[in-house]
């Protein structure tokens, strides 16, 4: 089993800046990626970003390309999001994925990103 412990989340203004922790703990001796996914109120999940453990390549949702940064570090077993200009429809909760080499997922609990002025 894995456990995942989202943090960072808070109120940030309109083209602030934020950053989100993830920290994998428990059974991580195979991890394949971690990604961050966000929903909103009435909203479906969506993806945000993704990056792989080996070779640290990365993806982007469409509505974050080119403001949001996703990292990691492998030896603390973390994920990053560094989100930048932030805008009002940022605003949702998010959550850390984590996927092992069997395919096996483990989501966190999230964390609440709230963009408003």
């Known amino acids: 089993q894995v456990q995942l412990v989202e943090s960072g989340g808070g109120s940030e203004q309109p083209g602030g800046s934020h950053r989100l922790s993830c920290a994998a703990s428990?059974?991580?001796?195979?991890?394949?990626?971690m990604a961050w996914f966000r929903q909103a109120p009435g909203k479906e999940r969506e993806f945000v970003a993704s990056?792989?453990?080996?070779?640290?390549?990365?993806n982007y949702g469409d509505s974050v390309k080119g403001r949001f940064n996703i990292s990691r570090d492998k030896y603390k077993v973390m994920a990053y999001l560094q989100m930048n200009t932030l805008r009002p429809e940022d605003t949702a909760m998010y959550y850390c994925?984590?996927?092992?080499?069997?395919?096996?997922?483990?989501w966190g609990q999230g964390t609440q990103v709230t963009v408003s002025s």
């Open positions: 428990g059974r991580t001796v195979s991890p394949v990626a």
């Open positions: 994925r984590y996927t092992e080499r069997h395919g096996s997922e483990y």
């Open positions: 990056i792989r453990w080996s070779g640290a390549s990365t």
